[in-house]
């Protein structure tokens, strides 16, 4: 059974920072793109970084030059630093997996349960 959980949530003020973690737990053969989304009240799921098993990042324009998206393949972990924090940041951060079980050997989509990220002005 696969498992991402995240770690890292909190309330900070305006302008402050925070570090989510996400690690990746199970019978795992093979991870593709991770990434992070978030979700605020009244709104919909949206992207907030991606990357890929090679590195490659892309980030929601609302984010760039603020936060930066890592990845330690050898602990199946993801990471989101985030500067520079602003109220409208705040939001239930989400880790998304795309990967491959031992069990299915096909690619699927996993999601964690879910971060509470609140920025007070």
């Known amino acids: 059974q696969v498992q991402l959980v995240e770690s890292g949530g909190g309330l900070v003020q305006a302008g402050g920072s925070l570090r989510l973690s996400c690690e990746v737990s199970g019978s795992i053969f093979s991870i593709n793109a991770m990434g992070w989304y978030r979700q605020a009240p009244g709104k919909q799921r949206e992207l907030v970084a991606r990357i890929t098993s090679g590195g490659s990042t892309n980030y929601a324009d609302s984010v760039k030059g603020r936060f930066t998206i890592s990845r330690d393949n050898a602990k199946n972990s993801v990471y989101l630093q985030m500067n520079s924090l602003k109220p409208e940041d705040t939001a239930v951060y989400y880790c998304?997996?795309?990967?491959?079980?031992?069990?299915?050997?096909?690619?699927?989509?996993?999601w964690g349960q879910g971060t509470q990220v609140t920025v007070s002005s």
């Open positions: 998304n997996a795309d990967l491959m079980t031992l069990a299915t050997m096909g690619w699927e989509d996993y």
